[in-house]
């Protein structure tokens, strides 16, 4: 009987159906897999991959939602865009569409839109702040269970595929990759430590700085920080540092502006930063920050180093 086969059922499988009461389900009934249950069917690498880097999208739109009057939505747009890993053309997004109707049990969400013409979106609710942390299957599986009071769960899901953690997702709100010098500096980020995070992004520019004006210039220690360090290394006099190699009179005003503004960065957020006197707190305008300490390093990677003139 349909009944009691279903009572020998986890009730953390399916969604659809109350397997400790269960009733024969009518043809409208949809019933559908848990992200349990699919972590024990063959093949499932790819959906849990899937689901661990839509989380994670998940946790970043809640974390730069700016409107305080209404709940964050990932929507499928999002998810096709931003998720990497996705197979090309209609296979990904066949598998973008089956992880939606998965989470919908799921703690972190407070409901589903769609799907239609528009595509779908997923309600992001606050629980998604208990995840931020998570890094594999096994990860979630311990905050889900300790959020729903489950303990130990009759099913157990298959953590087999933890090796596939998505470590390099993108977010909407990081439409590019930032400079290979700021990796500690987002990871710092993402730990929530933001202030700290925005000071360490200005650091590796400095670093930079001193590190390529100092193939061909030894730098005197009162210019080895700060404001000083940037007018000593890229005054386009005598600097160590050029950005524009030729001597055109644009040349020099292109290398002026550069010094001008690096110094500027400096005077007005890393030595503030350094200071305590400037701890920002929003992590928008953290990210903005971190952008264009990218930037910066991005010049200076343009930038070549020649013999400082002597007097």
Wanted: proline fraction near 7%; charged fraction near 25%; glycine fraction near 8%.
């Amino acid at each position: 009987m349909f009944e009691d086969a279903m009572k020998e059922v986890p009730a953390d499988l399916l969604v659809g159906i109350d397997t400790r009461r269960p009733s024969h389900p009518s043809a409208e009934t949809q019933l559908r897999l848990t992200i349990a249950g699919v972590s024990n069917c063959p093949g499932a690498s790819i959906y849990i991959n899937t689901f661990l880097g839509l989380l994670k999208i998940a946790v970043e739109v809640d974390r730069f939602w700016g409107d305080p009057e209404s709940s964050p939505k990932l929507t499928r747009q999002q998810v096709l865009q931003y998720l990497p890993g996705l197979p090309a053309g209609r296979a990904g997004e066949t598998i973008a569409d089956q992880i939606f109707h998965i989470v919908s049990p799921e703690p972190w969400t407070c409901g589903l839109s769609g799907p239609n013409a528009d595509g779908w979106s997923i309600t992001i609710g606050r629980n998604i702040r208990k995840f931020s942390s998570v890094r594999t299957f096994t990860d979630y599986w311990q905050i889900r269970s300790s959020l729903l009071n489950q303990g130990e769960s009759e099913i157990a899901p298959d953590t087999s595929t933890d090796s596939l953690d998505v470590e390099r997702t993108k977010y909407p709100h990081r439409p590019f990759i930032l400079h290979r010098d700021l990796a500690k500096a987002e990871q710092i980020f993402d730990d929530g430590h933001l202030a700290h995070s925005a000071l360490e992004a200005f650091q590796a520019v400095e670093l930079s700085v001193k590190r390529t004006a100092g193939q061909h210039d030894i730098i005197p220690a009162k210019f080895q920080f700060g404001q000083r360090l940037m007018s000593y290394t890229m005054n386009p006099k005598d600097g160590s540092l050029i950005f524009a190699p030729n001597g055109a009179e644009d040349g020099v005003s292109e290398q002026e502006g550069l010094m001008w503004i690096f110094m500027g960065a400096f005077a007005a957020y890393r030595n503030p930063l350094a200071h305590k006197s400037y701890e920002p707190n929003d992590p928008a305008e953290v990210w903005e920050l971190l952008v264009f300490a990218s930037m910066l390093l991005r010049r200076l990677d343009g930038a070549s180093a020649r013999p400082r003139k002597s007097d």
